[in-house]
């Protein structure tokens, strides 16, 4: 009999991950604290529960996958939060992405109430959390990634246990670091492009296959090219990640000179107003600095 879950949080990322749980044949009890998230998903066949604890006394695992580390501790140990539903023997995935040393903390709170955690913060945008095709990376207690696994191959394609509690919010904070300092040359070397009057399109194409394809040049760039701002994943979001990787670098001693940059990029389009923008809008910080627009013929005589 599969095991029962809860999922908590129907966002950009929540609800597509959601759908794909019932997909795959799991009974689903939702929560979202803007409660009209769920009506969609309570269509598709999930139940709709009065509150994280609900959620969770229901559920043999549940799953939480909200904006940041307070939103976790909150939905988690807040009041009517997870901790007060979850029977002993529970296990709570959260893939939020949150500060590794709150996660262990958290962790520990739930293992005095018999209740298991693991912290897998995931990656793949929101096309990604759609098609069920999301890289899920886990920290936690092995047999209980075992226990998960059906749940996360339901809603994953790259799912991988990275080591020991918390160890799932580092290698996301690795991911981060490499998705926006890639970010950064895709728009550099879009603006060279455009500088020197190539075929933007043609020029993806030429590039996209060799040692300098990615991720981000393959489904941003021509989302950059298309001037097209609609978030995989927002500005917004994309700091609050920057953030937990430059407080983590500090305490750990370690220099990262293209995130800091990056950082304060976003720091320039969120003072005007793009927070909302999806973080390949980045390029936007780049494009005022050199005066033209990807996308735009550059004035000949500049």
């Known amino acids: 009999m599969a095991e029962k879950v809860g999922f908590i949080g129907l966002g950009i990322m929540g609800r597509g991950m959601a759908h794909n749980l019932l997909k795959a044949g799991f009974a689903v009890r939702v929560w979202n604290r803007t409660a009209s998230r769920m009506d969609d998903l309570v269509a598709a066949g999930a139940t709709a529960g009065s509150s994280p604890a609900d959620v969770a006394a229901h559920s043999d695992i549940t799953f939480v996958c909200v904006s ?10 807040g009041e009517n939060g997870v901790i007060d539903g979850a029977q002993p023997g529970a296990l709570i995935v959260d893939h939020s992405t949150i500060s590794p040393i709150a996660t262990k903390e958290i962790a520990n709170k739930l ?11 995931i990656s793949g945008g929101s096309e990604g959390a759609a098609k ?12 209980q990634f075992e226990r998960a696994l059906p749940a996360f191959q339901a809603m994953g ?6 080591g020991p509690s918390g160890a799932g919010q580092m ?5 981060q670091i490499l998705v926006v300092v890639t970010m950064q040359a895709v728009g550099e070397a879009l603006l060279f492009a455009q500088a020197g009057g190539l075929d933007l399109e043609k020029t993806l194409t030429a590039v996209s296959g060799g040692a300098a394809g990615s991720w981000m040049l393959s ?14 994943f ?3 979001l994309q700091q609050k990640d920057l953030r937990l990787v430059l407080q983590a670098a500090d305490q750990l001693g370690v220099p990262l000179p293209g995130v800091a940059q990056v950082f304060q990029f976003y720091r320039t389009l969120q003072q005007q107003g793009l927070g909302g923008d999806g973080n ?14 990807i996308g735009q013929q550059p004035d000949a005589n500049s």
């Open 68 to 77: 940041d580390t307070p939103d976790v501790q909150a939905v988690i140990l």
């Open 132 to 143: 069920g095709t999301l890289s899920i990376m886990v920290g936690g207690d092995a047999a």
């Open 219 to 232: 489904n941003r760039g021509p989302q950059v090219i298309n001037r097209d701002w609609r978030p995989g």
């Open 280 to 293: 390949h809008a980045l390029v936007k910080a780049l494009e005022h600095l050199a005066g033209f627009e």
């Open 234 to 236: 927002t500005i917004d």
């Open 171 to 175: 290698v996301k904070l690795v991911n």
């Open 157 to 162: 394609k790259t799912i991988t246990h990275v």
């Open 111 to 121: 293992a005095e109430k018999g209740v298991h955690m693991l912290d897998a913060p």
